[in-house]
């Protein structure tokens, strides 16, 4: 049904139509929509069958999460930046348990200095985690990756973490085709877990694993990830059959095929991109986007396929690893590692910054003159950095 | 369902690991010597039969009880009971009146006429018994149950020896003695009255395999007291004979009584029952050394009856008694001091221990009589083989309760030593002291005090002094016994231990350590409340 | 009161078991039959007194929920010496997940038999004084404050024992830890407020409190069967003697935690919504130097030199409890201190 909503009120109504047993959540911006309107569907009864439990912190989330999904009841919350690292231990423990939580992380910067703007910093270092993670790029996305997700999560027993832009997806109305009942019923079996805590057939979960085991168990933690390659395509096409819409799968390519300069990015940016890339393609320029919707486990082989073509790559991304770069850069270089295309990391959009069309259109000039360097952060008061650098490195 | 690997666990398998290999110490269950049992002189598992009266259990209990003893209804009435002085349970609150418990057994067994089946097979063999006190009889007793045929030869008209013309009935009852003595002839012994063996060679004779002699001290010792020619002097042992047969002696309004025996505290008593005014002992020593019970010393003096401590007798005349105060010395001696005091009296009745007539011995070889008794070895056998000899008549503390450990251990004696093999008794455990309990455990119950006839009611009557206790009362004070050394099946050491390494073999059957997982902490030996496992040290 | 004749049993319910006592009257301990929540092969120390709580406290909570119950375990000893791969010890629906986060994980379960419409079984989450009173200190009083359906077990072994016996908030004055150590004008621990996590707890005003030790079984089990009357958040703090931590001898891990409940230092009682129901009286009182002296965690209190004043400030805090708790009562026996060693 389209309905003109705020992207948090989207993803609310295609999680409750998910049929989830546990909610769990503790507040942040820009993550509170989400829950406010989970929690009012539960209240109100109209989530029937569920527990929305209000917890004292994003550790407590998580580990609530934990326990209810290891006693079978499909399980949900959402947080964002300080909230997702106060829950990190537990996060990681999740994944290492094998339990399909689902996650909404509202992707927001990670302070000091604190800053409730939008960035990818926060679910980039949960990279590691063990956690599949889908990235949005439009709320009706964000609505249908949440269905997605609770597939992929229970087929493969393991969480997931669906990332949308904070504010610019969770704050902005727009029309979105929320999911029928329905129609989530017949693309989302009830849930059936791989082990469940129960009193009638005890088993012992959670075991203390030393060096003779500990590597076989992170290597298979491994293998099974890579699973949800195959699995999160086919969970896509299913999905289409069923809602006569695209969403999800691991990468979107937008006029790759032939185009000299691919753009990557991830989550809502690529709106932005697609609309600068139409201009500079009308104006005759060779470029195409690949938007990458899977990032955990990395679609090693389509970003490949994708690439294989391309003269120059620059890729967009709204986080970085501090002392050494982009991120999603150094993971797109490893897939075509055996080219030597040329691979342009661009910071952008850091705490909130817009990222603007005229920025990337002239971004994107410099690129294709190859005028780049390996590192850039878009829009950087270069003089301002520059002095403040003397400042600080005087005496 | 499909388990992930090494993190989701089978439950219980932890069994694999046999944490037994981690012990350097072991606990083990033992059973060791209660104090009680120690001092029992007849060896009674006292320990044991309180276990099983515990549950309600009386019948059974009985059963144990007279598997040593058969007569736990005159035990309840006259023994001076050293298991209580014994039992480790004074130093928690009060002794367990153990006492009090085999006496509501023994008359709870004749009021339901319980009787005791022989059940070996006949040897063939004949013991003749000479005497039918408490030793005479317990041999009679064992020996009739380990199938031999039994003779008892009693010169007087009555069963019973000193329990009968010694011991005055306000302390036992004689229905009581004769329930307790029917049992025993119930069971096929033979019985023999009026008939005192003036010679056992020719009772040898007579065709039997063993004789068993049990005559008793029934001659009163003597002393010189000088006397004018109208005092009047009794002898202690002939005035309870008197009393019994029904002919009591003249005693007078005041009399005195001279020794500081159980026999003087009887005397003293039954004048005050014959109505006397005055009922006086005279003792040369002081109280603590008196060999009297201090129970009856003390239901004497309730009764009204005086005692002289540190007095003697120096002179009697009609009507009076010339007594000298002693003092003691400073090694405790008494020793006369030339005061003097007169001491109205209308008799004098000597209690001064009493001698064996052995008499009967005289052609008898091989036979050692010394210092008025006879000498028997550790089988309780005298110098002539096939003769044996206990009670009063060999060198023993003279109470009923000794005599009828002398039988029980004659008996066996005899036994073995009529089938030609060697009698082996069970080796003695140690004795369990208090500070190897943990007292923790007990409930806190004082103990429970017998009903007694007020003293001046009792002091005119011969009705039995102190009473039984009501059922209730006796289980309350089995349940006192700490069962020290002996597993009660508390349940502790399968409770405390942290690896579940006991195993409950089920009721009656005890416990078992599973040396698989026993890690030898050693908490069950701690809080084992009757101290029966100890730890010991792995083999290496 | 007419003293009516009691029925007497020999060791009344002082013992685990008492074979004269009706089946019905008997210790869940003493039942050969019992679940062995906690079973034979675990790894835990000779004497452990956590091994043998957890044990009597979830055997009764097993005997209470009729089996239907699924236990939460933090981090620490118990669950080290319990779960090694490849073997587990438990004989019950067990989780665990981190070392601050058992009362959060506790809730999920929780929430989610609600939800599905299994509330007959029953939640209990547990864990050591360091995951309680210390890491998972908010995930609890987060649990209390919403009064979600668990028995959260504390076993109080009074420092981080699992890590090597470094000091929690749970660690009592004056005693010795690997961080509180034995030098110094002042050794051990400090005396500060303590952290009193049952207090914390009565707070809350949750539906049930209560402390309890492995020295009285009986009282344990009948709090935990109390405890599970209640729907809501209920905790019971268990204090479970640690024979390394504490320096005594793995024999006397029962022993010590009687004469801390006999000496005052442990209160042992209950309290519902918020208010104080019950305390069980000291039975045989004794001094604290009677517990201190069998832990050579307290060994710097006698040796070299005697600290009267450290020793008298710990009997101190002894006796506010025994006036606070109502421990003995003046007219009884129990009011006069016994012999030094008298009580075993």
Known sequence: MLKQVEGSKAVADAVACCRPEVICAYPISPQTHIVEGLSRLVKAGELKNCEFVNVESEFAAMSVAIGSSATGARTYTATASQGLLFMVEAVFNASGLGLPIVMTVANRAIGGPINIWNDHSDSMSQRDSGWIQLYAETNQEAADLHVQAFRIAEELSLPVMVCMDGFILTHASEQVDIPEQEQVDAFLPPYLPRQVLNPDAPISIGAMVGPEAFTEVRYMAHAKTLLALEKIPKVAQDFEKIFHRTSGGLVRSYFCEGAETVVVALGSVLGTIKDVVDELREDGASIGVLGIITFRPFPFEAVKNALKNAKRIVVIEKAFSVGIGGIVAENIKTSIADQATPVYTVIAGLGGRPITKTSLDALFHRAFSDSLGPLTFLDLDQDLVNREIIREGSK | MKKPFAITLEVESSLANHTGSWRVERPQYVNLMPPCNNACPAGENIQNWLYVAEDGSYEAAWRALIVENPFPAIMGRVCYHPCQTACNRAQLDEAVGINSVERFLGDHAIEKGWSIPVTAQPTGFHVLIIGSGPAGLSAAYHLRRLGHEVTVREAANALGGMMRWGIPKYRLPREVLDAEIKRIADMGVKFELNTRVDNLESALKEGFNAIFLAVGAHIGKRAYIPAGEAAHILDAINVLHDVEDGQAPMLGRKVVVYGGGNTAIDVARTAKRLGAEESIIVYRRTREKAPANDTEIKEALEEGVLIKWLSTIKHADAGVLKVEKMALDEKGFPQPTGEYEDLEADSLVLALGQESDLSLLKDVPDLEVEDGVVKVNSMMMTGHAGIFAGGDMVPAERTVTTGVGHGKKAARNIDAWLRSIEYVGHDKHDIVEFKDLNPWYYSDAPRTVRPRLEGARRASTFDEVVQGLDESTALFEARRCMSCGNCFECDNCFGVCPDNAVIKLGTGLGFEINLDYCKGCGICVNECPSGSIVMIPEKS | ?344
Not at chain 3, 126 to 135: E, F, H, L, N
Not at chain 3, 159 to 165: C, I, K, S
Not at chain 3, 288 to 299: A, I, T
Not at chain 3, 300 to 307: A, E, G, I, M, Y
């Open chain 3, 1 to 344: 009161m007419a003293t009516a004749p009691v029925k007497f049993y020999q060791v009344g319910s002082f013992a685990v078991g008492n074979r004269l006592l009706p089946p019905e009257q008997r210790s869940i301990q003493s039942d050969a039959e019992r679940t062995n929540a906690l079973t034979s092969g675990h790894r835990a120390c000779q004497g452990c007194g956590e091994a043998l709580g957890a044990r009597y406290a979830l055997d009764a909570a097993m005997r209470a929920t009729d089996g239907k119950m699924i236990a939460v375990n933090a981090t620490g000893c118990l669950e080290v010496f319990s779960t090694p791969y490849p073997e587990s010890s438990w004989r019950i629906a067990w989780l665990h997940s981190l070392f601050g986060n058992a009362p959060a994980v506790a809730t999920g379960v929780a929430a989610a038999l609600k939800a599905q419409g299994r509330t007959d079984i029953r939640v209990v989450a547990q864990g050591g004084d360091g995951a309680t009173v210390d890491i998972g200190f908010g995930a609890l009083s987060g649990m209390f404050e919403r009064n979600d359906d668990v028995l959260y077990i504390c076993y109080d072994n009074e420092a981080y024992m699992n890590t090597g016996v470094q000091r929690s908030g749970a660690t009592p004055p004056a005693a010795r830890t690997a961080t509180t150590q034995a030098v110094g004008p002042n050794p051990g621990n400090v005396f500060g407020q303590g952290k009193n996590l049952p207090r914390i707890a009565m707070a809350h005003e949750i539906p049930y409190v209560a402390t309890a030790t492995v020295a009285d079984l009986r009282d344990l089990e009948a709090k935990v069967a109390r405890a599970m009357e209640f729907r809501g958040a209920r905790y019971l703090h268990l204090l479970v003697p640690c024979p390394l931590g504490w320096g005594s001898a793995s024999c006397d891990t029962v022993r010590i935690a009687r004469l801390a409940t006999q000496s005052g230092l442990f209160p042992v009682f209950e309290a519902e919504r918020g208010e104080l129901v019950s305390s069980t009286p000291i039975r045989q009182r004794v001094g604290v130097e009677d517990y201190l002296k069998l832990q050579s965690r307290y060994g710097h209190l006698f040796s070299p030199k005697r600290r009267e004043d450290v020793i008298d400030h710990l009997q101190a805090n002894a006796n506010r409890n025994i006036w606070r708790y109502n421990l003995v009562n003046a007219d009884t026996k129990n009011a006069d201190l016994l012999e030094p060693g008298t009580l075993s």
